[in-house]
Every structure is written in structure tokens, then in C-alpha cells.
């Protein structure tokens, strides 16, 4: 790790490491912090002080985000694990489910497809013994709800690249 190497606190009490220079490359800050509320996060941060590339977010609720961060906002790639064993990988913005992605709820039930504030909003429902239910649910959804049939096979398809993308961001969080 480059930045074990050449660690400079810049935020005394804090362990992590400042921003430095490789090669004439700009490397991200590196920091673990321990919130009051309970949450911590370990990741990167920018000049500005915020949250910014990759990290772990831990919440009180012992819910876990693992991923991309814009100005400390949850956006990006990324994977959710709830505390009750549900699973959201895929697109974040804003930390709301935004974009493709995949949900996994703690009985088995899978939800591929597109989410609007953190809610499905087109894809398929395929349930743990995997089925997609009578009608097949397939198409929009409207409050988390089925409401009318349509063709999501191109979009389950990129709702899968998307999840995948959201697991390679977890993994670069959870390696810093």
C-alpha cells in the first residue's frame, strides 16, 4: 500500500494518512473516522474534507455501504448490506438506490432492473424459488408495486452490469 508507505497525518487523532505526491501523482487522503451518532467510515477524501472516491461506511444501525462517494454523498457504484440481510449492488446517487442495479431482500426475493429514490421502478421480480410470479412481473413498477407488463430483458441485462460494477467498487473500498 503506497500510502502506508508514505503516511503524513493531516488531521491529528485521526489515523489515516495525508495527501501526497508519487511520481508527480496526486494521491487521495486516506482516513478512518468514528462518528458521534455511532457510524464510521474508512476511505478516501478529498482536498475539501469530503468523502470522496472510494469507502466503508458503517452505520449505527449496522447497516454497511461499500463503494463510490461524491462530496461525502453515497454515488457512484456501490453495495448496501443491510442489517436485517437484505443486499442493494448497482448505482447509488445521493445515497438512494438510483439507477440499475439489483435488490436482494432477506427472504430470497430479487428485484432486477431500474430504482428511483430507492424504490424499483422497471424490471423483474423473481422470487427464491425462481419464479417471476403469475402474471409474470415483469415491467413497471409504481410505490414498489407492480402496475403493468413490459419487455426488461436488455434492461435486467444491464442491471446485471451494473451490479457487478457496484461489486468491483465494494471490493477497491474494502481494500483501502
Not at 468523502?51 to 457512484?76: A, C
Not at 439489483?102 to 430470497?108: H, R, T
Not at 465494494?170 to 481494500?175: F, I, L, P
Amino acid at each position: 500500500v503506497i500510502c502506508g508507505v508514505i503516511c503524513e497525518h493531516w488531521n491529528p487523532g485521526v489515523k489515516g494518512c495525508g495527501q501526497a505526491s508519487v511520481r508527480g501523482v496526486t494521491m487521495p487522503k486516506i482516513s478512518t473516522e468514528n462518528y458521534k451518532d455511532g457510524s464510521s467510515y474508512k476511505g478516501e477524501y478529498n482536498e475539501e474534507g469530503f468523502k470522496h472516491g472510494h469507502g466503508v461506511l458503517t452505520l449505527k444501525s449496522g447497516d454497511v455501504y461499500q463503494g463510490q462517494f461524491v462530496s461525502s454523498d453515497m454515488t457512484g457504484f456501490g453495495v448496501m448490506i443491510s442489517a436485517d440481510g437484505s443486499k442493494f449492488k448497482g448505482e447509488f446517487k445521493g445515497g438512494r438506490f438510483e439507477g440499475l442495479g439489483i435488490f436482494a431482500s432477506k427472504d430470497g426475493t430479487l428485484f432486477t432492473g431500474q430504482f428511483e429514490a430507492s424504490a424499483p421502478s422497471f424490471g423483474l421480480m423473481t422470487f427464491k424459488d425462481g419464479s417471476n410470479g403469475k402474471p409474470r412481473l415483469s415491467g413497471k413498477f409504481v410505490d414498489g408495486k407492480f402496475y403493468e407488463a413490459g419487455e426488461t430483458e436488455e434492461l435486467c441485462e444491464k442491471a446485471k452490469d451494473a451490479a457487478d460494477k457496484g461489486d468491483e467498487s465494494a471490493v477497491k473500498a474494502a481494500e483501502l
